[in-house]
C-alpha cells in the first residue's frame, strides 16, 4: 500500500508519530512518502543545516521526505503560531501535492487544525482517503494554554474542527476522553477508534557515571524523579510544598530529584532555596539520549499537571517513557492517565495541587519493601508492551488504513 504521511513536524523535530512510525510501516511493506515543513520546531528557527527553498527532496535513514517552506515560530503569540501552522498548509497544499506520487490513502497527524487542509484538497481532487489522528483537542487546548480567550475565534475554530472531522474517512484519537468529546460534538462513533501513542525516548539498562549519580542520587534514600518540563501547567510548587512538609517531621529518606527546565524553574529554585530544603535537588536539562540513565537511577517517577478539565483526557507522553522504563510511578492527574496506572497497578496516584494526598501516597510508597516497589515497575514496563507500543498501535493504524482503501 502506498501510504502518505502529512505532518508538519517531522525528524529531526522531536514529535510523535514521525520517523519510528514511517520505518515501522516500510517494515510491514508499505511505500511511504513523507509531506513536512522544514525543521523548526521547538526552537522557533530553522534548524542548522537546513535552508528554505521552495521544495527540498530527503531521504532519512530510508524514509522519503518532501519538505515544504514555513513561517518558524514558537512564541507565546498567537497570531504568529497561527501563521506558522497555516504557513505549512498552504506550502503543502499550493508546492507539495504536485510533488507527491498518489497514494492509496493518507495519514494526517493533527497537532494543529490547519494541517488537514492539503488532505482534504487531496481527496477532493484526487479521490485519495485520510486517517486524522488527533493528538489535541482544539479548540480546548489553544484555550486551557491561554494562547487564545475570543469567544468568536473560539468558535471560528470549533467550526473548523468539524470540517476537518466531517472529511476525513476515520478519526483516531490517543484517549477515551478525546473520543468521548468527539461523540459529543456529534461525530459518529464507529468513525472513531482509539489509538495510543507510544515513547520515543530510548529506553536502555545504562547506568549514569558514578561522579554524577553521587551528587543527585543518594542511595540511601528514596529518590523521587520529576524528568521534563519545569513548566506553568505543571504546577511544581506542589511538590515542593509536600517536600517541606516532609523536612518538617523529619522525614530523611525522601529525596526529590527535578530534571529540566522551563518558564517555572527560577521559581521553583528560588522557593527551594528560601525554605531551605535540603531533599530537593535540580538537574540542567540533558540531551533526550542521555533521560533514560537519569530514569534508572530513581526509585519513583513523579507526574503532575495543575487541576485543569482539559488534563483529565490528556496523556502525557512522559508517562509512557515512565512505564516503559519499568520504574514505579507517582502521578497528580485524573482520568484517562491515572486509569492507565491503575489498570497497571505500576503506582500511585493523587489528586492534582493537593500536597497533603501527594504526603499520603509517598508514607505509603515508604512502607513498600524492595520486592513490591520491583513488582510495581514491571506491572508497568508489561502493560506498555501489551497496550501502548508501536507494535500495538502501527496494528490498528494498518487496519484502519486497508479498511478506508477499499470503501
Known amino acids: 500500500m502506498k501510504i502518505l504521511l502529512v505532518k508538519q513536524l517531522f525528524n529531526p523535530e522531536p514529535t510523535a508519530k514521525s520517523l519510528d512510525f514511517a520505518k515501522e510501516l516500510i517494515a510491514r511493506g508499505h511505500e511511504v512518502e513523507v509531506l513536512t515543513g522544514?525543521?523548526?520546531?521547538?526552537?522557533?528557527?530553522?534548524?542548522?543545516?537546513?535552508?528554505?527553498?521552495?521544495?527540498?527532496?530527503?531521504?532519512?535513514?530510508?524514509?522519503?521526505?518532501?519538505?515544504v517552506p514555513i513561517y518558524p515560530d514558537h512564541s507565546a503569540s498567537g497570531l504568529k503560531r497561527f501563521l506558522h501552522y497555516i504557513s505549512y498548509a498552504i506550502s503543502a497544499t499550493f508546492i507539495g501535492l504536485w510533488l507527491v506520487k498518489k497514494p492509496d490513502v493518507c495519514f494526517v497527524y493533527q497537532g494543529?487544525?490547519?494541517?488537514?487542509?492539503?488532505?482534504?484538497v487531496l481527496k477532493k481532487l484526487r479521490g485519495v482517503p485520510f486517517l486524522y489522528d488527533i493528538n489535541d483537542l482544539w479548540p480546548e487546548t489553544v484555550a486551557a494554554s491561554g494562547m487564545l480567550?475570543?469567544?468568536?475565534?473560539?468558535?471560528?475554530?470549533?467550526?473548523?474542527?468539524?470540517?476537518?472531522?466531517?472529511?476525513?474517512?476515520?478519526?483516531?484519537?490517543?484517549?477515551?476522553?478525546?473520543?468521548?468529546?468527539?461523540?459529543?460534538?456529534?461525530?459518529?462513533?464507529?468513525?472513531?477508534?482509539?489509538v495510543s501513542n507510544?515513547?520515543?525516548?530510548?529506553?536502555?539498562?545504562?547506568?549514569?557515571?558514578?561522579?554524577?549519580?553521587?551528587?543527585?542520587?543518594?542511595?540511601?534514600?528514596?529518590?523521587?524523579?520529576?524528568?521534563?518540563?519545569?513548566?506553568?501547567v505543571q504546577s511544581l510548587k506542589t511538590i515542593l510544598v509536600t517536600a517541606k512538609s516532609i523536612q518538617e517531621q523529619n522525614l530523611n529518606k525522601?529525596?526529590?530529584?527535578?530534571?529540566?527546565g522551563g518558564a517555572d524553574e527560577n521559581n521553583l529554585k528560588e522557593y527551594a532555596q528560601?525554605?531551605?530544603?535540603?531533599?530537593?535537588?535540580?538537574?540542567?536539562?540533558?540531551?533526550?539520549?542521555?533521560?533514560?540513565?537519569?530514569?534508572?537511577?530513581?526509585?519513583?517517577?513523579?507526574?503532575h499537571l495543575n487541576s485543569d478539565p482539559l488534563f483529565e483526557i490528556t496523556i502525557p507522553s512522559k508517562i509512557l517513557a515512565y512505564l516503559k522504563s519499568g520504574k514505579p510511578i507517582l502521578m497528580g492527574l485524573k482520568g484517562d492517565a491515572s486509569d492507565i496506572l491503575n489498570h497497571a497497578k505500576a503506582g500511585y496516584t493523587f489528586e492534582p495541587d493537593n500536597?497533603?494526598?501527594?504526603?499520603?501516597?509517598?508514607?505509603?510508597?515508604?512502607?513498600?519493601?524492595?520486592?513490591?516497589?520491583?513488582?510495581?515497575?514491571?506491572?508497568g514496563k508489561e502493560y506498555y508492551k501489551n497496550n501502548l507500543s508501536i507494535i500495538s498501535s502501527v496494528d490498528k493504524l494498518e487496519k484502519n488504513f486497508k479498511k478506508i482503501a477499499k470503501s
Not at 494543529?112 to 482534504?120: D, G, R, S
Not at 525522601?254 to 529540566?260: D, E
Open 355 to 379: 500536597s497533603v494526598d501527594l504526603e499520603d501516597k509517598i508514607k505509603k510508597m515508604i512502607s513498600l519493601n524492595a520486592e513490591e516497589i520491583k513488582e510495581m515497575g514491571e506491572n
Open 198 to 232: 507510544w515513547s520515543r525516548d530510548i529506553i536502555s539498562d545504562e547506568k549514569l557515571p558514578s561522579n554524577i549519580l553521587n551528587i543527585y542520587f543518594d542511595k540511601d534514600k528514596i529518590n523521587i524523579l520529576y524528568a521534563g518540563n519545569l513548566g506553568i
Open 112 to 120: 494543529a487544525i490547519p494541517v488537514a487542509i492539503p488532505a482534504i
Open 38 to 67: 522544514f525543521p523548526s520546531y521547538p526552537i522557533g528557527k530553522i534548524y542548522k543545516g537546513y535552508k528554505q527553498r521552495i521544495y527540498k527532496r530527503e531521504t532519512l535513514k530510508g524514509v522519503n521526505l518532501i519538505r
Open 254 to 260: 525522601i529525596q526529590f530529584v527535578f530534571l529540566g
Open 274 to 303: 528560601t525554605n531551605n530544603l535540603k531533599n530537593v535537588s535540580f538537574i540542567p536539562r540533558v540531551e533526550s539520549v542521555e533521560v533514560s540513565k537519569y530514569l534508572n537511577a530513581a526509585d519513583f517517577l513523579l507526574v
Open 149 to 194: 480567550s475570543k469567544p468568536k475565534a473560539l468558535k471560528i475554530i470549533n467550526k473548523w474542527c468539524h470540517w476537518n472531522y466531517k472529511n476525513a474517512d476515520f478519526i483516531t484519537v490517543a484517549t477515551p476522553g478525546f473520543r468521548k468529546s468527539l461523540i459529543s460534538k456529534n461525530v459518529p462513533e464507529n468513525k472513531i477508534e482509539i
